[in-house]
């Protein structure tokens, strides 16, 4: 072996005994050192860092397990009236004061948010499953299925939604299902489209087209290649199609196209709140700060699944 | 060659035409011949949008050929029923260009690759998970990566996991579609050593298609030019590179670099004018006709046939003669 000098290097002597001969190891090329993350794991871990959003996250937790709580921790139920209370002030017997027929509108707040969250969560999943089944069928379909199956929301979108209501109340009479099925009919079409546009592009797609060539059929293609990688999408339009299904409940329920008395809802409470604004402001702001709260938060929550489901961001 | 090898996979005037609206055919692929013998590598070279990876998806079943016939160990494949296309399948595999999006990103390495395994039903449990350890070993990778997502590897990694998935199922004959075009050149050294090591190991056939000619004279046989979904030219790929007869591969063979620097500076570039007339309309007689300096009349009235001008060398082109 040639001798090797040594140099100084600046303040550094550089000697031969501080360098060892290391075995050249080709398996240590392909080491991952980070540890397996899922898909979930990941986005998981990436909202984590979104303070607002878990905030948001929070705060949901809280109105729905308050929708089930709140009515519970008061001795009234939401339609008992007391007539020695009507119109009475937020004090420490009626937390948030009571309406012109003596009930008490704390209790009454989060029965309304049991059916407001009601009717949003039935209404989305009504939503979710017909927008993934009708727009996956087409988009997989593809050609003359695709296009019929595209005009015919269409057609149901040019109607408005109010149109719906008031043709099904005339139908149907006023009530739950009512509601439920007018947000329905005309909410499922922006999911459908979404799935749509994602089948459209994840068929062809070299991984889908891979399947084909080891001879996967259509269901295994489905279920394992396109559902999966449409789920993201799906999940962030969930966050947003609740609220939206909260507010046109509170919005039908504000013009009177809502749920009957003596049931309680957001939207219904706000009505009532409206009329007595000017004497009694608070019957409105509770309503109101429930609503407020519940859509930000969902739209932030949105916002946070959006950045940390992006599939741009991992590849 | 000491013996004559079977003929394993035989195309027969395919044709494959898009619809592309408005009544109007796009012809991707209008009349292709080849034949690839037990063990041999075909390179399929031509430019970007001249019709090769539709070649190889046809020929693998993924499109349904417009017209014409691809024989493969002597079954018709436009004919096969359920049963048989199953075993078609087993026998005739793909390896695609983009390793980013061959693999499903939401499956683990064990099940991109164990998904031939499990449609096949070839292995199951234990034996399943060793028979991937195995394939991951083939391809030059380690078993702890099974557990693996796609996006934690490198290009060269995931076109190995694309390569093992291939594999899995024991196939004779692989498309490969352009499987080293998106990787980086030290990469694709590493690739295409892998895909000779396999052929000899396991007795592969490959359709390599491919718009790089150094890499494709080096891995294959034989090699096909392709001109706007025709072969204009077909030889081994020596005479090929030392002969080529037709004007469109001596153009294409004048822009490969040498790696000489003295060479290189001498070499002449043969520019072709014009751009690739569309597939939609091309024009009638020969499809070259329009950038070729040797053009006369007959080009224009008459598309020339695929002709033997040597042995084993084929040319597509009325001036060769």
Redesign the interface.
Known sequence: MAEVKSEPIGELELTQDMFKKVKKDEKAYDKIVRPSLTYWADAWRRLKENKLAIISLIILIIVVAMAFIGPLMRPWSYDDQDFSVINKAPDSKHWFGTDDLGRDLFVRAWDGARISLFVALVSTVINVTIGIIYGGISGFVGGKTDMIMMRIIEIIYSIPTLLWVILLMVVLGQGLGTIIIAISITGWGGMARLVRGQVLQLKQMEFVLAAQTLGADTSRIIWKHLIPNTMGPIIINLTFQVPGAIFTEAMLSYIGLGIPEPTASWGTLAQKGTKMLLIHPYQLFYPALLISITMLAFNILGDGLRDSLDPRLRQ | MAEEKKTLLLTRDLKKHFNVGRGLELKAVDGVNFSIKEGETLGLVGESGCGKSTVG?TI???YEATDGEVIFDGMNIGALDKEE??NF??NA??I???P????????TVTDIVG??ID??GLYEGKERQKRIYDLLEIV???R??A???P???SGG?RQRI?IA?ALA?EPKFIVCDEPISALDVSIQAQVVNLLEDLQDELGLTYLFIAHDLSMVKHISDRIAVMYLGAIVEMADSHDLYKEPLHPYTKALLSAVPIPDPDIEKSRQRIMLEGDVPSPINPPPGCKFQGRCKYVKSICKEMAPELEEEGENHFVACHMVK
């Not at chain 2, 980013?100 to 499956?107: G, V, W």
Request: charged content about 30%; hydrophobic content about 30%.
């Open positions: 998806r693998i079943g993924l296309k199953k399948t087993r595999q793909m695609f260009q983009d980013y999006a061959s693999l499903n990103p939401r499956m998904e031939g449609i096949h030059g990778l380690s702890e990566h557990n693996r997502y996006h934690e590897f990694q694309g998935r199922i």
